[in-house]
Structures are given as structure tokens and as C-alpha cells.
């Protein structure tokens, strides 16, 4: 084998010291250097890139001190004093709920169109009365509604007593032609008659229309329906998720609660569809019809937040399907937020809302035998 020039062995020494130079670095992660490749190589692949930032770590206890202040515990009944509970008047007016026998046609009664073992509503954006005819409103639950501060969608009846009342002589909902055509169907039932005894006995003619709508109301007083999130506010930590506990932080960033406070989440006032910006479409001139004021039109009562994954389709005229898409236009609409929620944010928001989705009482809303 023939003998290298010593000109050639130092070139031969000068390139692998050359490539000595790259490659060390490169497999070493050493510390200095400019950070780029060179000749393909990058010379800094072993340094791992800093972790961006964490977000700080939300605390249950701070967000529970702010919730209490804006929210609250969904109370087990809701009692007035101008129409005291018994036994007898809720064991009455649980009869009336269930009974067809109100309508004209002798099959609609208030459980038709809010239906108590699916939520207390029919799940139809409006209801068909006796003759099959549509209403224009989305028929609400019934489920904690005597705890709103009117009720109706435009609020034109005080409590549940005077809301019992409406639907019976509607004569697209119920049909009756007037309150002595109810009283003369009672009074042929002489179960009523003596279960009209009971619940009024204080009464010469027990009865009556307005004891009717008393017995009614009654019952409907104890349709409360305590969720999780009643339970951790309440102090129990793991009752909500993670995911529920960022949507209720979100819930309160957002700003929902200007509208949706109260241990209803909703139900405490009045407020116009499309405060923030113009809502398309709008037909229903909402409270101004009832008030005559044009500051009331397209004004409607804030629906209760509670059981909302079960009670669509949404909006009063249930023009909208899907929860997720109530949540997005409502934050476009009704809040000052800009940008709309991200899908990781809808995904907390809507875990959030399904906390407020509580147990039906099963045995208080069994139907009872009709007299």
C-alpha cells in the first residue's frame, strides 16, 4: 500500500477535525452556539423548548364565595302565604294537573304540554291544543317556575294560581268556553266534589274556578328539582367536574348571570332579546302587548337556567334546536364579548349547564287515579 503524503494526512486531520466540531455539539446539546444548522446538521436538536406559560389553577373555594353571592340553593317548595300547602289541596291539584276531562275536547290537560316525567315540557317548539291548532309560544317548564317572579313567557300572570287559570278557557289551549263550564264539570264527578271538601273545607262551595287554580298551584309549589350544582354550592367539592366548575367561572366572566342570577338561574326579570346586538327575525313584540309601553317591546321574562339540557327547543316561538346553539347566539347577542366561546369554552359552558340538570321527584309527579 503506498505511503501518504504528509501534505495529505494533515487535510485528512483537518476535515474530520472539522466534522469532530459539528457533530459533538449536535449530539452532546451543547451550550453554546448560535443555534442553526450547518450542513444539515442542527447543532442544538438535544435542547428541548421551553412549556409555555401555565394558566393559574382555579380555586373551587373563591369561585363557590362567588357564586353564593349571584346564585343559591334551589329551596324544596315554594310557599305563598295567600295560598297555604296541605296535603289535601297538593293531593287535589295533582289530580287536576293529570285530567283531560278540563278540555274541551276532553284530552288536553296541563300535563299535555308540560309533560313532568320528560322535564315538564313536551319537547315541541310549540304546542297543539284540542283541536290540533299550534300556539305561538314555546310552552316552559313547569319545574321550579313558582319560584319566578311572574309567569308566561311576557309575565301577564302573577304566580302559578293565575297562570293555572289561562290554558283551561284559551281557546286554541284547552278550549273551555267559560269558568261555570269548569265548575259544572267538577261538580258531576262526585270524587271532586268530595276531594274539593277536603283541600277548602272552610269553603260553603268548595267548589269553585279559583279553587281550582288553587289546588293546581299548590302542587306545581313543590316541583323543585335540587341539582349538582345545588350540592356544591351547598359545600361538596366533587360534585361538579372540572369542565363544569371552568364553565361556571366562564358563566360568570361572560356575564351571564346580569340576566341568569338567582337560585333559578334565570326567572327574576325581564330583559329584551338582543340587548347587545340586533336579534334577526324578531316577530313577537313580547311584554309590550301586555303593557302598552314600546320600551317592553321584544321583552320577555329571563327563562330559568335550570334542567336547560332537557327543556328544548329554545327561545320563546322554540326556534332553536340545539343548546349549543342557544349558548353561542346568546353570547353574540346578549353579551358585550366580541369573539364567540371556543370549542374547548362551549365544551365547559355546556358541562356547566348540564349541572344545573336535577332529579325529578318520581314519586310526587306519579299520576294519580282520576276520580
Known amino acids: ?23 459533538v455539539p449536535a449530539c452532546g446539546g451543547a451550550e453554546h452556539g448560535d443555534g442553526h444548522g450547518h450542513g444539515g446538521i442542527e447543532v ?35 310557599p305563598s302565604p295567600q295560598n297555604p300547602l296541605t296535603d289535601a289541596k297538593i293531593n287535589l291539584g295533582r ?21 313532568l316525567d320528560a322535564y315538564g315540557v313536551d319537547s315541541l317548539a310549540t304546542s297543539p291544543g284540542h283541536d ?118 366562564l358563566f360568570m366572566d361572560v356575564d351571564c348571570q346580569s340576566c341568569h342570577a338567582g337560585f333559578n338561574f334565570g326567572g327574576a326579570m325581564y330583559q329584551k ?16 302587548a301586555i303593557t302598552g309601553d314600546e320600551r317592553d317591546r321584544h321583552v320577555f321574562k329571563v327563562p330559568s337556567l335550570r334542567n336547560i339540557d332537557k327543556t328544548g327547543p329554545y327561545l320563546h316561538d322554540g326556534s332553536i334546536d340545539s343548546l349549543k346553539a342557544m349558548v353561542a347566539k346568546m353570547v353574540h347577542h346578549q353579551t358585550k364579548r366580541t369573539a364567540p366561546l371556543s370549542d374547548e369554552e362551549m365544551a365547559n359552558m355546556l358541562a356547566f349547564l348540564g349541572s344545573l340538570t336535577g332529579e325529578l321527584p318520581s314519586e310526587y309527579i306519579k299520576k294519580p287515579q282520576l276520580p
Open 1 to 23: 500500500m503506498p505511503t501518504m503524503h504528509r501534505s495529505a494526512r494533515l487535510r485528512s486531520s483537518g476535515i474530520l477535525a472539522l466534522l469532530a466540531s459539528l457533530i
Open 44 to 78: 442544538h436538536v438535544g435542547r428541548v423548548p421551553p412549556a409555555p406559560p401555565k394558566q393559574p389553577e382555579l380555586d373551587p373555594a373563591a369561585l363557590r364565595e362567588r357564586a353564593l353571592k349571584l346564585f343559591g340553593v334551589v329551596p324544596k317548595e315554594f
Open 95 to 115: 289530580m287536576l294537573y293529570y285530567d283531560g276531562r278540563l278540555s274541551k275536547n276532553g284530552q288536553i290537560s296541563c300535563n299535555s304540554c308540560h309533560v
Open 132 to 249: 290540533g291548532t299550534f300556539g305561538e309560544r314555546n310552552s316552559p317548564t313547569v319545574y321550579n317556575a313558582a319560584g319566578h317572579l311572574s309567569q308566561f313567557w311576557d309575565g301577564r300572570a302573577a304566580d302559578v294560581e293565575a297562570q293555572a287559570k289561562g290554558p283551561v278557557l284559551n281557546p286554541i289551549e284547552m278550549g273551555m268556553p267559560d269558568e261555570a263550564s269548569v265548575e259544572a264539570v267538577l261538580a258531576a264527578i262526585p270524587g271532586y266534589v268530595e276531594a274539593f271538601g277536603a283541600a277548602f273545607p272552610d269553603d260553603e262551595s268548595p267548589v269553585t274556578y279559583e279553587n281550582m287554580s288553587k289546588a293546581i298551584g299548590a302542587f306545581e309549589r313543590r316541583l323543585a328539582t335540587p341539582a349538582p350544582i345545588d350540592a356544591w354550592l351547598g359545600g361538596d367539592d366533587a360534585a361538579l367536574s372540572p369542565a363544569a366548575l371552568a364553565g361556571l367561572k
Open 273 to 288: 332579546v338582543g340587548t347587545e346586538k340586533p336579534w334577526p327575525g324578531l316577530e313577537d313584540v313580547g311584554r309590550a
